[in-house]
């Protein structure tokens, strides 16, 4: 993984893994997790606390223009900064979940992103997960995956981790949450979620131990 830079992309549906496994993978090889929800998380975190309505599409662009987003490797998992200031807790809150979406189907926010994405990849290796980094923010990469599983096997898993937060929830309220999203994803005007060509897909409906879904993916890794 020194002698040159190497790109992997992981994208998949709601509730497969993808996230964990990904960020595994990259653990596993010694390189940065590309989280590229994060970027917009964080642009997200910078508009709510700026003057800049969520409807103000040319505002919300030069915004994204006039922001550095950085991404470096800690102990913990990726650090995400804005401007210098590190945003990786504070960016995972409700209020960000809520209004991310404004400024991610906005194609020139999305250019924009992309583009500091590709530069992070073309300095180091790099595992990016997402909805589109295969097809798009990287159709030239080195592997790409894709995870997914059957909508009971998500649904199951989701019920119980809600179970176990100790949410209340039913199972029906679940699945149609996820169909929503599945929906929601692979419908987008934008980034929209789907197989990238040549992707591989892993199916992580057998089991959800992730040791064993991550050695299937490298596997496929030379």
């Known amino acids: 993984m ?3 830079n190497i790109t992997i992309t992981m994208d ?6 993808k996230s964990t496994i990904a960020k595994r993978l990259a653990e596993r090889l010694g390189v940065i997790f590309l989280d590229t929800g994060a970027m917009y998380r ?3 975190w910078k508009a709510l606390r700026s003057p800049i309505e969520l409807d103000d599409t040319d505002g919300l662009i030069r915004l994204a223009r006039e922001t550095e987003i950085r991404l470096n490797k800690g102990d913990e998992g990726t650090r995400v900064f804005v401007d210098g200031q590190e945003v990786t807790r504070v960016i995972r809150t409700p209020e960000i979940t809520n209004a991310v979406k404004f400024l991610a189907d906005i194609p020139a926010v999305r250019e924009v992103l992309v ?10 290796s790099v595992v990016a997960e997402g909805r589109d980094t295969g ?8 592997y790409k995956f894709y995870v997914d599983a059957s909508i009971e096997v998500r649904t199951e898993r989701r019920f119980k981790e809600f179970i176990d937060k100790g949410m209340e929830t039913t199972r029906e309220e679940v699945r149609a949450d996820l169909e929503k999203r599945d ?3 692979k419908t987008r005007p934008v980034g929209a979620l789907r197989l990238a060509e040549g992707g591989i897909v892993i199916d992580t409906g057998e089991t959800d131990d992730v040791e064993v879904n991550l ?3 490298l596997g496929h890794i030379k």
């Not at 998949?12 to 893994?17: H, L, N, V, Y």
């Not at 583009?115 to 180091?124: D, K, L, S, Y």
């Not at 097809?135 to 080195?142: G, L």
């Open 2 to 4: 020194n002698e040159k």
């Open 12 to 17: 998949g549906t709601c509730g497969s893994g």
């Open 135 to 142: 097809t798009v923010v990287f159709p030239d990469a080195d």
């Open 183 to 185: 929906h929601a994803d």
């Open 215 to 217: 050695k299937n993916i």
């Open 115 to 124: 583009e500091q994405q590709r530069e992070i990849a073309a300095a180091r």
């Open 42 to 44: 964080a642009i997200t």
